[in-house]
């Protein structure tokens, strides 16, 4: 009964080097969330895809960020050129959503981005 | 714009001390506010969904509730295990998906 899987845990990258972070989904979900806590901030909404589709970017960075839900193969969140303000928690979270919008997001347990 | 505010910021109970936690929220049309607990290392774990004011969930210790400007997540009898950070999130009518979160409320519980 596998939740929403990310990997790597915990990623260390110098800065001007790309970062790429992976989230599986629950199985049977459709939907992923990728969310950014910065230390001493709460969650921020970054991107909502779905298979091969970006729905909402709205909260994405304009530049050096970008995000992909294949249809075949995990969701990838990647950074490109890091800086030290991108240090952060990335969290993705799925769901099922039944079309009623009010949709239950799952979380996995994030990746530690550190940038030196 | 859509704002979460959480209060307090850090609450310390003894075991068994019930207490509530605050969500303010304005928002253009909501659609759910949405209760998370979050330990430390991990990803938050949802814990309700409130949909229209009135309304009550509860979950053993726990029990939220919503009015159109706040919500109150109370704590009864608290244990050490509930020990966490509480966090509210509101979604917007117009929005899929996209979650406003506060900051949070962190609950140290002592026995």
């Known amino acids: 009964n596998a939740g929403v899987m990310q990997n790597p845990r915990h990623l260390v990258r110098r800065r001007g080097q790309e970062a790429r972070l992976r989230c599986s989904p629950m199985k049977g979900h459709s939907h992923v969330y990728w969310y950014r806590q910065l230390p001493e901030e709460g969650l921020k909404f970054m991107v909502y895809?779905?298979?091969?589709?970006?729905?909402?970017e709205s909260g994405m960075p304009k530049e050096r960020f970008s995000a992909e839900f294949p249809k075949e193969g995990p969701s990838i969140l990647r950074i490109q050129q890091v800086v030290r303000g991108d240090s952060a928690a990335y969290f993705c979270?799925?769901?099922?959503?039944?079309?009623?919008?009010?949709?239950?997001?799952?979380f996995g347990s994030g990746t530690q981005l550190s940038v030196l | 714009e859509d704002q979460v505010t959480q209060s307090p910021e850090a609450l310390r109970l003894q075991e068994g001390e019930s207490s509530s936690l605050n969500c303010s929220y304005t928002?253009?049309?909501?659609?759910?506010l949405f209760w998370y607990r979050q330990d430390p290392g991990k990803g938050p774990e949802f814990l309700f969904t409130l949909y229209s004011a009135g309304e009550e969930k509860e979950k053993e210790r726990l029990k939220a509730t919503l009015t159109k400007k706040e919500s109150f997540l109370h704590i009864t009898a608290p244990k050490p295990e509930d020990s966490a950070t509480y966090l509210c999130?509101?979604?917007?009518?117009?929005?899929?998906?996209?979650?406003?979160f506060g900051a949070g409320t962190q609950v140290v519980v002592t026995p």
């Open positions: 999130a509101v979604q917007a009518a117009d929005s899929w998906g996209k979650l406003q």
């Open positions: 928002v253009s049309g909501l659609r759910g």
């Open positions: 979270a799925s769901s099922h959503s039944t079309g009623t919008g009010d949709e239950k997001l799952f």
């Open positions: 895809l779905q298979k091969e589709n970006i729905i909402d």
